[in-house]
C-alpha cells in the first residue's frame, strides 16, 4: 500500500502546501481506515520506565506518539531483542514511558514519510517527517499543527492500548481518523511557531528524561547557562505556561500513568517523581486528577502485557 499525497518541495517552507499534504493524507488515511486496510500495532516494551533503558533512543514520559507510515518504512527497536518494522499502511502506536529508536528507510523510489500524532496532557500535535538532512536515516519534523480536542485523542490511545480485538482496533482507528479529519480542516491555522531556543530545549530535556528523572527550573537553567528568570520568562512566552507548572503537571502526568501501570504502589510512585512529601503529593494529585494516588492505585489491578515483539 502506498498513499499518494501531494507533492511539494521539503526545502520551500510553504505552510500552504504542507498543510494539503496533511490534510490529503489524513483524507487517505481515513479511507483506508474505513476499508479496514491499515495495521493496529503497539509498541508495548518490558523495558516501558526501565530507569536505564538497554538501547540509545527517546523515551517519552509525558506523552504517546502515535506513527502513520505514508511512504517507505521505518524500522523501530525498543530493546536489543524487540524491534519490528512498520511500512506503508501501518499504524503504530509507542506509549508513553517505552524506550525507542527509529531508522528510516525509503521505498524503491526513494520515498518516506510519515505522519506522527503527539498526544500529551493538555496538548496534541500533527506533524510530517521525512529523513534528515544531516542524518538520512533519522526522521526529522518538516510541518506541524497542533490539533483540538485533546481529550479525545487522549481517549482513542488508551482505548487502542486497552483493545482485545482487531476488530475494535479497527473501529477505533477509522474513529480516530475521521475525527482528524474535521480537525485538520480548522488546524491550517494553528500551526506552531518556533518556541525560544533556550524554551525549546528545556521543553525537550523535560520529554526525554527518564521516568525517575526530574528537573527543577534552576537545574535546567544551569544547564542552559541562563539564569532561571530569563528562562522562566522565555518559556512562558513560548508555551502559554509557567516552567514551574509545567515541570508539576508532567510529573503528575508520569505519576498518574506510572500508577496505571499497576506496578508500583502510591509511596513508590511519589519518590520516584520526585515528591518527598507523600501528602502534598496526595494533595495536588486530588486536584488536578479527582482521586488521590492510592484511590487511583487500588481501582488498578494490573495492566495485561502484550508479548515481546519480534
Sequence with gaps: MEFSIPDFDWNSGDPAAADAAIRAAVRLLAAAAGRRELRCLIGDSRERWSERPQITGHVHAFFDEWFFQ????CRFEFSPDERLTVVAGDTLLVPRGVPHRETAGRDADGNFVNLVLVIGENSATLHLAQPSASDPAVPDVYRMLRMPGVQFYRGASQA???????AVSGLLLEAL???????VGVAGDRFAPSPHHLAGRAKAMIDNSRADQWYTVTMLAEELLCSPNYLSSVFHKSYGVTLKEFLIRNRLENA?????SGRLNASEVAAACGFQDAAYFARIFRRRFGCT????SKRV???SRRPPLV
Design 70 to 73: 505514508l511512504r517507505g518504512r
Design 293 to 296: 494516588p492510592s484511590q487511583l
Design 177 to 183: 481518523f475521521r475525527r482528524m479529519e474535521l480537525d
Design 160 to 166: 487502542v492500548q486497552n483493545a482485545d480485538d482487531p
Design 256 to 260: 498518574q500513568t506510572m500508577l496505571l
Design 301 to 303: 489491578d494490573g495492566v
